[in-house]
């Protein structure tokens, strides 16, 4: 497994009472399986339609690996105009 780097904004933060957190997980599915395991409310929000994951500073979809050092960042919904 890999030690990531996980990054929580805005509302998630909130959430969660946290910003940063070190992360023992190989893939991007088992990251947001450990999260769902210590709180269901953030794996909720971090899963909700507008929610964009940052995989080392780059957005990514699905199921991305992780490497020692990776960095992930859940990154609410914007608004802006």
């Known amino acids: 497994m890999s030690m990531a780097r996980v990054l929580l904004f805005g509302p998630l933060r909130d959430l969660a009472g946290w910003r ?3 992360l023992d997980a ?3 599915s088992a990251l947001k399986a450990l999260i769902a395991a210590e709180d269901a409310d953030l794996a909720r929000a971090i899963d909700a339609p507008g929610v964009q994951v940052a995989l080392d500073q780059a ?3 699905g199921d991305p690996a992780l490497a020692a ?3 992930v960042a859940f990154l609410p919904p914007m608004s802006g105009g």
């Open 20 to 22: 940063e957190r070190t």
């Open 26 to 28: 190989a893939s991007l």
């Open 59 to 61: 957005l990514v979809r």
């Open 69 to 71: 050092g990776s960095e």
